[in-house]
């Protein structure tokens, strides 16, 4: 059930976000996300979903495509942002929150550690 939340949570976003920018409903990305094989009451096993869900938004959001245009990349990067901040959400998992805050903004990182 979790999986299916997640892949629908991406593909939610994806919507808005193409549709933003003009492309068809049709053409939006989607990723499935499969995590039932990792214990995420592990630490090991949060940081290997974090990876995975990165993965899938930069995958989705054409993180890797070749433009020099700037308007292009703030977009795609603010779009991996979203995808991956709403993939954790959508997850719910308070261990998965804690790493996504420490490894999404590195200003944040040394509070984090220092919170503890």
């Given at each position: 059930?979790?999986?299916?939340?997640?892949?629908?949570?991406?593909?939610?976003?994806?919507?808005?976000?193409?549709?933003?920018?003009?492309a068809?409903?049709?053409?939006?990305?989607?990723?499935?996300?499969?995590?039932?094989?990792?214990?995420?009451?592990?630490?090991?096993?949060?940081?290997?979903?974090?990876?995975?869900?990165?993965?899938?938004?930069?995958?989705?959001?054409?993180?890797?495509?070749?433009?020099?245009d700037?308007?292009?990349?703030?977009?795609?990067?603010?779009?991996?942002?979203?995808?991956?901040?709403?993939?954790?959400?959508?997850?719910?998992?308070?261990?998965?929150?804690?790493?996504?805050?420490?490894?999404?903004?590195?200003?944040?990182?040394?509070?984090?550690?220092?919170?503890?």
């Open positions: 059930m979790n999986r299916l939340s997640t892949l629908m949570m991406i593909t939610v976003f994806f919507l808005a976000f193409q549709t933003a920018r003009g068809e409903p049709s053409d939006v990305p989607a990723v499935e996300v499969h995590y039932a094989d990792l214990d995420l009451t592990r630490s090991a096993g949060i940081a290997a979903l974090y990876g995975r869900l990165k993965s899938a938004a930069e995958t989705a959001c054409g993180y890797f495509a070749a433009t020099r700037l308007e292009i990349t703030a977009r795609t990067r603010e779009c991996v942002h979203t995808a991956l901040m709403t993939a954790v959400a959508k997850v719910d998992r308070p261990a998965l929150s804690a790493y996504y805050r420490a490894h999404s903004d590195p200003r944040n990182a040394p509070a984090q550690v220092a919170n503890k």
